[in-house]
């Protein structure tokens, strides 16, 4: 079963910044690809960024872009979104999930693509 543990959120100002991380456990971290997602209050969950098992390929939403940057580390089973330029809108509830097999970017975006979430990592953006 795999297993997985988001830390790193908190409480910043806007235009600060935050490292998100998800330790990954139970199988091989590197035959699967990862994603991050998000939940803001009285919202669905959405999409923010995805990485293949390399880090080759990385995906990331419009309203992310140039601000955010999903990397992994295989040695250390784990996968990184570092925050950067936070807006207030950033604040929600941030969520890695897990998906076995071959990426594919339509596929990475959809939170139904993912067989294994983490409990999630709150991330409050302050004016």
């Known amino acids: 079963q795999v297993q997985l543990v988001e830390s790193g959120g908190g409480l910043v100002q806007a235009g600060g910044s935050l490292r998100l991380s998800c330790a990954f456990s139970?199988?091989?971290?590197?035959?699967?690809?990862m994603g991050w997602f998000r939940q803001a209050p009285g919202k669905d969950r959405e999409f923010v960024a995805a990485?293949?098992?390399?880090?080759?390929?990385?995906d990331y939403a419009d309203s992310v872009k140039g601000r955010f940057t999903i990397s992994r580390d295989n040695g250390k089973n784990t996968v990184y979104l570092q925050m950067n330029s936070l807006k207030e809108e950033d604040t929600a509830v941030y969520y890695c999930g897990a998906r076995r097999g071959i990426y594919a970017a339509g596929q990475a975006m959809s939170g139904r693509t993912y067989d294994y979430w983490g409990q999630g990592t709150q991330v409050t953006v302050s004016s």
């Open positions: 139970g199988f091989t971290f590197s035959s699967y690809f």
């Open positions: 990485i293949n098992w390399s880090g080759g390929s990385t």
